[in-house]
């Protein structure tokens, strides 16, 4: 059972309108991960987060925003929604495992956005 | 910067049938190496990982990968599916370093088991 929840899963809205994608987590990890996923297509980072007041854009350039003004809670706004923001939002953590420090993520369920 | 391929796009077995998912990655360090699957409906979760040691490596519900350095691969395997392995199968591969480490994935494997 995942300790990460993403709100809503799914949300259907017309161009132009602001919308805030929610995540939270309760595992107290300081790294936090928002990723987008199309059918077919690998899983692009588009922000990252170290701990609180830290955020960092990743390979995707993205139009969406993020804040991380609390440990567990990393959530994604766009501003103005296009078609072409149109995806699946996946929101992961992690803390460092072993030796390596690897990242091992735990990912929430997700949240599938459809701008018309 | 690394990346990661996933030959088999979408795969269809019969029960019992063996598995045998391809991933190759290019990085020129030592690396980190993971197997993520998405059941239908359900989260990305942890499949198995490997760090280091022994090349090969037991996850959950009988999988298992191999890491061979030289050819740059870490195929997932199982010796019989069931139809409750129908899933994505998502490789993903970070550097072995400490601080951030950008964990990098492949483009997914559905697997379509058939009862």
């Known amino acids: 059972e995942a300790d990460i929840y993403q709100t809503p899963r799914y949300l259907v809205i017309g161009t132009g309108k602001k919308i805030t994608l929610e995540c939270s987590q309760t595992m107290g990890h300081d790294k936090m991960y928002w990723y987008q996923q199309d059918p077919g297509m690998e899983l692009h980072l588009i922000h990252y987060?170290?701990?609180?007041?830290?955020?960092e854009k990743g390979d995707l350039s993205s139009e969406s925003t993020v804040s991380r003004i609390r440990t567990e809670h990393f959530p994604l706004t766009l501003e103005s929604a296009r078609p072409s923001h149109t995806s699946q939002y996946l929101c992961?953590?992690?803390?460092?495992?072993?030796?390596?420090?690897?990242?091992?993520?735990?990912f929430g369920a997700g949240s599938r956005l459809t701008v018309l | 910067a690394q990346s990661v391929s996933q030959h088999n796009h979408h795969v269809i077995l019969s029960e019992a049938a063996s598995l045998e998912l391809g991933c190759n990655y290019s990085?020129?360090?030592?690396?980190?190496l993971f197997w993520y699957v998405q059941y239908p409906g359900q989260h990305l979760q942890l499949l198995l990982k490997y760090f280091s040691g022994d090349p090969l490596v037991k996850g959950i519900k009988g999988f298992e990968a191999e890491f061979i350095k030289s050819k740059f691969s870490f195929n997932l395997r199982k010796p019989s599916v069931q139809w409750s392995d129908t899933a994505e199968y998502f490789c993903a591969v970070s550097p072995y370093s400490g601080g951030y480490q950008k964990v990098t994935f492949g483009t997914g494997t559905k697997l379509q088991v058939i009862p």
């Open positions: 990085y020129g360090g030592t690396v980190n």
């Open positions: 987060s170290y701990g609180v007041n830290s955020t």
């Open positions: 992961a953590s992690s803390g460092t495992t072993g030796v390596s420090g690897a990242n091992v993520l735990t």
